[in-house]
C-alpha cells in the first residue's frame, strides 16, 4: 500500500471516529487536510490559529487542531480555544493528553500539510514526525526547523515571520518563485535567466544570516528575560499576508503532483535515523531542563511530556 493510500485509509477511519466523537465536527474523507499539531501558547503561534482554520475553509479542505494546554499562557490559551470552539462549531478541536491519545497517530496519518507558525524551535522534532507519516510541512523559518525538515523543499515550505515593517523577506521570495516559473515556461537553456536567480538566492541567503542572528536575539529575550510582550514587535499582519501566500502555493504543489507523500515519506526515511532522533530529544529536554531550573519552576509537567514523546518516538524509529 502507497503513503497515499495509507494517507486516504487514515482520513476514513478518522472520519468515522469523529463522528462518534462529536457529531457536530466535519471531516470529508474525500479531501485534503490540514493540522495544527503542538501546545497551544503564544509562542507556538497559537494566535494563527483562527487562520489556519480560515485558509482551509477558503482551500475547502479539512483542518484538525490538535493540542493541549501547559502552565505557561495557561489564561491566554484556554480563552482561545474556547473562543475558537463557539466560532468554528464544526472544526474537529482535540486539546488535551486524553483526547489526543483517543486519536493516536491517526491525525498525523491523515493530515497532507502540518501547518505550524511557531516563534521559536529548538529541534522541531513534530515536524520530522510529520515528514515520516508523509506530510508536507508549512511552518515559520525559525531555529532548528530547517534542520528538522532537512532543508528540503519537497519536504517543507518556510513562511519568514515579520517583525515590525520587515516585508525584503516576502519580496525576495515571490521574485525567485516567479524567476522559477518564467524558467520552467522558457525552458532550461536560459543562462540570463538562470545568473538572475543565482543573484537572487545569493541576496535571500545573505538576508537570512542577517535575519537569523535577528530572531535569536528576540529569543534570548524571550526565554531569559521572561517578556511576553516581546510578541508586540512582531507584525502580525504581514505574517499573516506571508501564511496566506505560501500556504495556497504548497497547497497548489500538492494537488498538481509537484510534491507527493510517497516522495516526503522518501526523505524522510533516508534523512533520519533512530540515533539521530534519541539524540535530539535527549537535547531538547536537557535544554528545557536547564530553563526550568533556571527559573525556579516544577520539572513534573516535563517529565509527563518526556515520557509520552520518548515513548511516541521510540515505537516510531522501531
Known amino acids: ?5 495509507k494517507k486516504e485509509l487514515a482520513r476514513q ?3 468515522d471516529k469523529i463522528k462518534v466523537f462529536n457529531k457536530e465536527y466535519h471531516f470529508d474523507p474525500s479531501k485534503k487536510t490540514l493540522l495544527f499539531l503542538g501546545r497551544i501558547l503564544k509562542s507556538k503561534g497559537s494566535e494563527f490559529l483562527k487562520d489556519i482554520i480560515e485558509l482551509a475553509e477558503a482551500l475547502d479542505c479539512n483542518v484538525l487542531i490538535c493540542g493541549y494546554l501547559t502552565q505557561y499562557d495557561y489564561e491566554f490559551s484556554e480563552q482561545l480555544v474556547e473562543k475558537l470552539k463557539t466560532q468554528y462549531p464544526w472544526v474537529p478541536f482535540f486539546i488535551g493528553r486524553d483526547e489526543q491519545s483517543f486519536l493516536g497517530s491517526l491525525h ?4 497532507d500539510i502540518h501547518v505550524c507558525m511557531s516563534f521559536n524551535e529548538s529541534f522541531g522534532l513534530a515536524y520530522s514526525e510529520a515528514l515520516c507519516y508523509g506530510s508536507h510541512c508549512v511552518i515559520s523559518d525559525v531555529g532548528g526547523s530547517r534542520s528538522a525538515v532537512l532543508n528540503n523543499p519537497e519536504c517543507a515550505t518556510m513562511v519568514p515571520l515579520y517583525w515590525g515593517d520587515d516585508i525584503k523577506y516576502l519580496r525576495l521570495q515571490e521574485k525567485i518563485f516567479n524567476l522559477k516559473n518564467k524558467l520552467l515556461e522558457c525552458g532550461q537553456n536560459q543562462d540570463e535567466l ?3 536567480l543565482r543573484v537572487l538566492k545569493d541576496e535571500l541567503n545573505n538576508y537570512c544570516i542577517k535575519k537569523a542572528s535577528l530572531t535569536n536575539l528576540f529569543k534570548k529575550y524571550f526565554f531569559y528575560k521572561n517578556k511576553i510582550d516581546a510578541f508586540e514587535t512582531v507584525n502580525y499582519e504581514k505574517t499573516r499576508e506571508a501564511l496566506k501566500f ?3 502555493q504548497a497547497y497548489e504543489k500538492l494537488c498538481d503532483g509537484s510534491i507527493c507523500a510517497e516522495r516526503i515519506y522518501y526523505e524522510a526515511m ?3 535515523s533512530k540515533e539521530q532522533w534519541l539524540s535530539g530529544i535527549e537535547n531538547v529536554y536537557d535544554k528545557a531542563k536547564e530553563i526550568l531550573k533556571a527559573q ?3 520539572t513534573l509537567v516535563l517529565q509527563d511530556a518526556e515520557q509520552d514523546d520518548a515513548a511516541g518516538l ?5
Open 1 to 5: 500500500m502507497s503513503v497515499r493510500q
Open 13 to 15: 477511519i478518522l472520519s
Open 108 to 111: 498525523r496519518a491523515a493530515a
Open 194 to 196: 538562470k545568473n538572475n
Open 246 to 248: 505560501y500556504l495556497f
Open 270 to 272: 533516508n534523512g533520519f
Open 296 to 298: 525556579e519552576q516544577s
Open 314 to 318: 521510540m515505537q516510531f524509529c522501531a
